[in-house]
DNA sequence: ATTGATATTGGGACCGTTCCCAAACAGTAT
DNA sequence: ATACTGTTTGGGAACGGTCCCAATATCAAT
C-alpha cells in the first residue's frame, strides 16, 4: 500500500485547484509562514536546510505566489496605473515602450486605460484603477478631472503627470523643455532665412504644454524680428478643410518666404497631408518643421526637419519618479524637463530661386 | 455630548483608511452581506428600501469596492494580459486600441506585457500576469514559449492568439487572411504590368503569418506567370546595409520592370528607407508595395500603395472571443480571419518610358 | 546546570470581499 | 393558531497570503 494509488481521481487538468502556500508547507514539513518568508524581505531569516527544503517543494509542486492574495494582506499591489489621452498617438506609444521598461525594472506592472479624450471616461477609468489599488498612478490627459485626481492624491495616491501640467494639481512632472524647444526651431528657421513662421497647433484647451510652445514661439519670432502666426485648430483631431482654408490662407497673405512650424507629431502628419493636397510640390514654396520625431519624416519630400523629444526617456523618467514617491514620504513637486534635439532636413532649405 | 466631537484625532488625509464594505454596513444600518449583495449579481433580492440606504451610505463614505478582496474569494479578477512582441510596432498599437476597446466594453482591463522579442522576458511575465490570476490571455509573440502557454491553458486558462497560429498550441486565432491579402497584393501589382516582383520580410523564425505570406505570394506569382523572389532578413530588426545590398542585387538582375512587396508595415519603412539612400527617385525604377496601412504612405513619393489589415477590428474580436472563452465551456479552437483592403497609390503605377 | 542572548520557526489573527446556509419575516392556506 | 410556502436578510467561514508575537533551539558565558 502506497500513496501512489490516490483514492480520489485526479481532477481534469482543467480545473485542477493551483497550489497554494499550505500545500508548499505541508509538503515540505515547515509552516506557511516560512514558506511566506521565502518570498518575501524576511528570507535571510531562513536556514539553508529550510530554504532547500521549501525549493525542492515549490518546484515538485509548480508553486507561484498569488500576488492578489499577497496584495491583500500586504498591501502592495505592484501596479501602477497608466491613464492616457490617445494610445495611438506615437508620442503615448513611445513614452509607454519607456515606462513599460522601467516597470519591469521595479517589479511593477502596467494597468493600461485610454480615455479617448472623454473626460467621463477618463473618471471612470480612475475608478477602476482605484478599485484595483494601483499603486501609483502615471497621467497624460486633458486634465478636466483635476478634483477627482487631487482627491486620489489626497488619498495618498502617488502621481506622476507626463507632458503636461494640470492646474490645481500640486503633482511631479515628467515633460520636455519646451522654451529650448521652441528655440531650437525658431532659430533654426531664421537662420536658414525664413521671414515669417507659422505654427500649427490642437485646440490649447488649457493644456500646459501647447501652451508653453504658443508662449515660447511668440516670445522667441518677435526677439529674432520675425513675423509669427498661431493657428489653433477647432477640434482635438483637426479638421482637414479648416486646415486646408488655413494654410491656403496663410499662404497667399504674402511673397515672404516662410515656415510652418508643427506643435507636435501628429500635427505634422495633418499638414503634410493639407500640403501636399494644396501643392504640387510644397516644400519649394513653404517651409516644414515637425516637434517631435517620427519614423518616416525623412521619407517625406526633401525631409521634413524635426525636433525630436527624448520620449522614451520620457515615460522611463515617469516611471522612476513615481516608484521613488511610492518608497518615499512626500516632498515637493518636481518637474524634470528634458531637451529636445533638431535634426535638419530638406523641408527646411530655403530655396533661393 | 455628540458624535460630533470624535474623541480620536481625524488621520490625516493622506493615510486615511479607505471604506469598507464594513463601513457601509454599519453607516447604512444593515449586514455586510447585503451590502456585498448590492454590487453582485444578487442584487435583485434586495428591497428597495434597502437599495436607497445602502446607496446613501456609499454616497456618505465615498466607498468603492476592493476590486482585489474581491476577486481573492470571488474568483474573478476581471485582468486580462495581453503579451505583444514589439509595443511600438504600429500593428501592436493598433491592435492594442481596439483590444483596449472591446475591453472596455465587458468590463475587464489590459495588464499590457512587452516581450521585445526576447522569449526568456516572455516566459517571465507570463509567470507574472499567472500571479496575477489574469483570467484571460492574448498573445502576439514569437510563439517560442509553446510550452509554457499550453501548460497554463491545460490549467484552465483561456487564450486567444493575434496575427499568427504557434506550433502546439491548439488555441483560438484572430488575425489576416493572408491568401486573400496577398492575392490583392500579386493581382494588382500583374495588373499594372510588373513583370517579376521581390518580397521582403523578417526572418519567417516559424512564425505562422510571415510563413503564409511567402507561400501565397510564391504561389500567386507562379500562377500569374511572374517571377517572383524572396528574401527573408537575418534579424528581427532588418539590417540596413543588408536591406541595401539585398535590393541593389535584385533591381540590378534585369531590366524587366519590377516591384517590391513590403511583408508587413515596419518592412515597408525600412525599404522606404533603404530606396532613398539607393536611388534618387525610386519610384520612377520600382514599384512598391506595402502590407499594412500607415498613416503617411499617402505621403511619400507618389504615394505607396497598401494592403490594409483591419488591426483595429482584430484586436477587437480577438478580445471578444477570448471572453466569449471565459464564460463558455471549451469548444473546438477557431480561426478568424479578416480581409485585406488594397488602396492603390502612385508607387505602383508603372511609368512606360 | 543555569542563564541570557541570539537565531530560527510556528501559530493565528487579519486583509476586504464572496458565498453558503440558516434565520427572520412575510403571506396564504388549513 | 398552525403549517407551509416564498422572499429577504444576516452570520460566519472561506479565499491565499502577510505580519505580529510568542515559542523553541542554539550556544557561549557564568
Given at each position: 500500500m502506497t500513496a501512489s494509488i490516490p483514492n480520489h481521481p485526479p481532477e481534469p487538468a482543467s480545473e485542477r485547484r493551483r497550489p497554494t502556500i499550505h500545500d508548499v508547507a505541508r509538503d515540505a514539513g515547515v509552516s506557511k509562514t516560512s514558506v511566506s518568508r521565502y518570498y518575501g524581505r524576511?528570507?535571510?531569516?531562513?536556514s539553508d536546510t529550510m530554504i532547500e527544503r521549501i525549493e525542492a517543494a515549490i518546484e515538485r509542486l509548480g508553486f507561484a505566489p498569488d500576488r492578489i492574495a499577497s496584495s491583500l494582506?500586504?498591501?502592495?499591489?505592484?501596479l501602477i496605473g497608466v491613464v492616457v489621452?490617445?494610445?495611438?498617438?506615437p508620442y503615448t506609444v513611445d513614452m509607454l515602450h519607456g515606462a513599460e521598461q522601467a516597470c519591469r525594472k521595479h517589479g511593477y506592472s502596467l494597468l493600461v486605460c485610454n480615455t479617448g479624450n472623454d473626460d467621463q471616461l477618463e473618471r471612470q477609468h480612475l475608478e477602476i484603477l482605484h478599485g484595483y489599488s494601483v499603486e501609483g498612478l502615471l497621467i497624460n490627459t486633458r486634465g478636466r478631472n483635476a478634483a477627482t485626481l487631487a482627491a486620489r492624491q489626497d488619498n495618498g495616491l502617488p502621481m506622476v503627470l507626463v507632458d503636461r501640467h494640470i492646474d490645481g494639481l500640486a503633482c511631479d512632472m515628467v515633460g520636455l523643455d519646451n522654451d529650448q524647444a521652441v528655440g531650437l526651431s525658431v532659430s533654426h528657421l531664421v537662420d536658414q532665412g525664413y521671414q515669417r513662421l507659422l505654427m500649427i497647433t490642437e485646440p490649447?484647451?488649457?493644456?500646459s504644454s501647447r501652451e508653453a510652445r504658443i508662449q515660447a514661439f511668440q516670445h522667441q519670432a518677435q526677439a529674432a524680428g520675425v513675423l509669427a502666426e498661431v493657428h489653433e485648430g477647432?477640434?482635438?483631431?483637426?479638421d482637414a478643410a479648416w486646415l486646408a482654408a488655413t494654410l491656403e490662407q496663410w499662404l497667399k497673405t504674402s511673397e515672404a518666404p516662410g515656415a510652418i512650424v508643427c506643435a507636435n507629431g501628429v500635427i505634422t502628419l495633418a499638414v503634410c497631408h493639407a500640403l501636399f493636397a494644396l501643392l504640387k510640390s510644397p516644400f519649394d514654396q513653404v517651409g516644414l518643421l515637425g516637434i517631435d520625431e517620427l519614423a518616416w519624416c525623412a521619407l517625406v519630400g526633401p525631409g521634413i526637419t524635426t525636433v525630436a523629444q527624448p520620449v522614451g526617456d520620457i515615460g522611463y523618467s515617469a516611471i522612476e519618479a513615481l516608484v521613488h514617491r511610492i518608497s518615499h514620504t512626500a516632498s515637493e513637486p518636481q518637474s524634470l524637463l528634458f531637451p529636445a534635439h533638431l535634426t535638419p532636413r530638406g523641408s527646411t532649405t530655403l530655396n533661393m530661386t
Amino acid at each position: 500500500m502506497t500513496a501512489s494509488i490516490p483514492n480520489h481521481p485526479p481532477e481534469p487538468a482543467s480545473e485542477r485547484r493551483r497550489p497554494t502556500i499550505h500545500d508548499v508547507a505541508r509538503d515540505a514539513g515547515v509552516s506557511k509562514t516560512s514558506v511566506s518568508r521565502y518570498y518575501g524581505r524576511e528570507r535571510d531569516l531562513l536556514s539553508d536546510t529550510m530554504i532547500e527544503r521549501i525549493e525542492a517543494a515549490i518546484e515538485r509542486l509548480g508553486f507561484a505566489p498569488d500576488r492578489i492574495a499577497s496584495s491583500l494582506r500586504g498591501r502592495r499591489t505592484g501596479l501602477i496605473g497608466v491613464v492616457v489621452a490617445d494610445m495611438r498617438n506615437p508620442y503615448t506609444v513611445d513614452m509607454l515602450h519607456g515606462a513599460e521598461q522601467a516597470c519591469r525594472k521595479h517589479g511593477y506592472s502596467l494597468l493600461v486605460c485610454n480615455t479617448g479624450n472623454d473626460d467621463q471616461l477618463e473618471r471612470q477609468h480612475l475608478e477602476i484603477l482605484h478599485g484595483y489599488s494601483v499603486e501609483g498612478l502615471l497621467i497624460n490627459t486633458r486634465g478636466r478631472n483635476a478634483a477627482t485626481l487631487a482627491a486620489r492624491q489626497d488619498n495618498g495616491l502617488p502621481m506622476v503627470l507626463v507632458d503636461r501640467h494640470i492646474d490645481g494639481l500640486a503633482c511631479d512632472m515628467v515633460g520636455l523643455d519646451n522654451d529650448q524647444a521652441v528655440g531650437l526651431s525658431v532659430s533654426h528657421l531664421v537662420d536658414q532665412g525664413y521671414q515669417r513662421l507659422l505654427m500649427i497647433t490642437e485646440p490649447v484647451a488649457g493644456i500646459s504644454s501647447r501652451e508653453a510652445r504658443i508662449q515660447a514661439f511668440q516670445h522667441q519670432a518677435q526677439a529674432a524680428g520675425v513675423l509669427a502666426e498661431v493657428h489653433e485648430g477647432l477640434e482635438e483631431t483637426l479638421d482637414a478643410a479648416w486646415l486646408a482654408a488655413t494654410l491656403e490662407q496663410w499662404l497667399k497673405t504674402s511673397e515672404a518666404p516662410g515656415a510652418i512650424v508643427c506643435a507636435n507629431g501628429v500635427i505634422t502628419l495633418a499638414v503634410c497631408h493639407a500640403l501636399f493636397a494644396l501643392l504640387k510640390s510644397p516644400f519649394d514654396q513653404v517651409g516644414l518643421l515637425g516637434i517631435d520625431e517620427l519614423a518616416w519624416c525623412a521619407l517625406v519630400g526633401p525631409g521634413i526637419t524635426t525636433v525630436a523629444q527624448p520620449v522614451g526617456d520620457i515615460g522611463y523618467s515617469a516611471i522612476e519618479a513615481l516608484v521613488h514617491r511610492i518608497s518615499h514620504t512626500a516632498s515637493e513637486p518636481q518637474s524634470l524637463l528634458f531637451p529636445a534635439h533638431l535634426t535638419p532636413r530638406g523641408s527646411t532649405t530655403l530655396n533661393m530661386t
